[in-house]
């Protein structure tokens, strides 16, 4: 039955784009990809009729189900059930043909869990405009592949089908990404803090309060000899810089001046879950960077957390998934940066006790705490908190690590608003 509703919704989606002709801007890449497409999406939405994919709908299955509409509500909350399917594909061809403000832009993630999703999806659904946000090091997923060459090798495919009209949007930063650029035909713009980026970021800082509590980041986007300030308020990071700027390069693909795009990202906010700013208990601050995490995201989470000042800096580590045999040096890496930057450290997970003995090579021991899930951990977090602490929480999703936030954040009941993994569906999971 899985097979032939994937059948039938893959025609479909086809059949979408063949009658309505959208542009397809398609994301990929291990760290970012949500952020960059909702950047992207700001700049666009005030310029074009778009559709955004939501959450993580990344695959053989979520990229048609955006395709065809906004699904992601129901599904989401609904699961996915069998009535679900049945909707869809009935509203599907009942809509083919039949609707007068159809996207002109279809921006939409395409994500990669084991060797073949991206080249299935860019078979069946060619962008027009790639973007490339980074691969790392050690990059999450990686168990699925042979080496995070491989995984690099399966990235490249969203650009090796593009033709001379297209444009391929690469991150300069990243070695692995901004050499792909010659694998692709399309023409190809770059975003970055490198010297050369087409879209290159400059003067980055952290927005403080008036008593020094981090209020957003402020930076600077060039293109060529000019420049544009941009400000965003809630959430840090150079991800967010990074996300920025894939959207500006985005912008000028599709006729949007360096002006209206910092116009435009004035209004985005950043999402639930990536390095999120929330008030705490005990007039405490959480950097919530709770959706998932792999090296190169949890490395980035503790140099942003290195540059802000605090009475005292909690990190709250769970396990990073689906690393292979690159889970231990990993995260003992992991272990080594936050025990030169935290006054304690809580670990959650079998994996993140190898933060916690890493981390004891600079940390004393007794400021190092493990926990086997997200439940125990929380409350000793709860007791530890004291004014003025700045507490970062970060692992991967199954690690369900948002728990140890709602259990920290000054108001609970604004969880639904301000936290990850907030449906129905995930709630069911507990």
Do not use: C
Request: aromatic letters at 8%; glycine letters at 10%.
């Amino acid at each position: 039955m899985r097979t032939i509703f994937k059948l039938i919704l893959r025609h479909l989606a086809k059949s979408y784009i063949r009658r309505y002709k959208p542009m397809i801007v398609a994301i990929t890449g291990n760290t970012g990809k949500t952020s960059t497409k909702e950047a992207i999406a700001a700049v666009l939405k005030e310029h074009k009729r778009i559709r955004v994919s939501a959450g993580n709908l990344n695959n053989e299955w979520g990229v048609p189900l955006n395709i065809l509409g906004d699904w992601s509500g129901a599904y989401y909350e609904k699961g996915g059930t069998l009535g679900f399917w049945l909707g869809v594909i009935w509203k599907g061809f009942w809509g083919l043909g039949r609707q007068k403000n159809y996207p002109e832009i279809l921006v939409l993630e395409y994500g990669a869990e084991k060797p073949g999703d991206i080249g299935k999806l860019v078979r069946d659904f060619k962008p027009h405009v790639a973007v490339i946000t980074a691969v790392g090091e050690i990059p999450v997923h990686v168990e699925y592949f042979s080496s995070p060459e491989e995984l690099a090798k399966e990235k490249r495919k969203l650009i090796e089908t593009l033709t001379e009209k297209d444009w391929a949007v690469l991150n300069a930063d990243d070695e692995m990404v901004s050499g792909m650029r010659t694998a692709t035909k399309a023409q190809v713009a770059t975003f970055g803090f490198a010297e050369g980026a087409h879209v290159r970021i400059t003067n980055f800082d952290f927005k403080l309060g008036s008593t020094g509590e981090p209020l957003g980041v402020t930076f600077k986007l060039h293109q060529n000899e000019s420049f544009v300030p941009v400000k965003i308020e809630g959430s840090l990071g150079k991800s967010q810089a990074w996300s920025a700027a894939a959207a500006a390069a985005v912008g000028l693909i599709f006729g949007i001046n360096m002006v209206e795009s910092s116009s435009d990202l004035a209004l985005y906010k950043g999402l639930a879950g990536r390095l999120k700013i929330l008030k705490g208990i005990r007039h405490s601050i959480i950097i919530d960077d709770t959706y998932n995490s792999s090296p190169a995201s949890a490395h980035l989470a503790l140099e942003t957390l290195k540059g802000l000042t605090a009475k005292r800096k909690i990190v709250v580590l769970g396990d990073m998934l689906e690393l292979g045999t690159y889970s231990e040096d990993a995260h003992r890496s992991l272990g080594n940066l936050a025990g030169t930057i935290a006054d304690w450290i809580i670990t959650v997970g079998s994996r993140a006790k190898f933060i916690a003995d890493s981390a004891g090579n600079q940390l004393p021991k007794d400021r190092i705490l493990s926990f086997n899930d997200s439940q125990e951990a929380k409350q000793k977090v709860q007791e530890l908190i004291q004014e003025g602490d700045l507490i970062l929480v970060k692992g991967s999703q199954g690690m369900r690590m948002e728990k140890v936030v709602e259990a920290v954040m000054a108001d609970p009941d604004q969880k639904k608003h301000l936290l990850v993994r907030q449906s129905e569906k995930w709630l069911n999971k507990e």
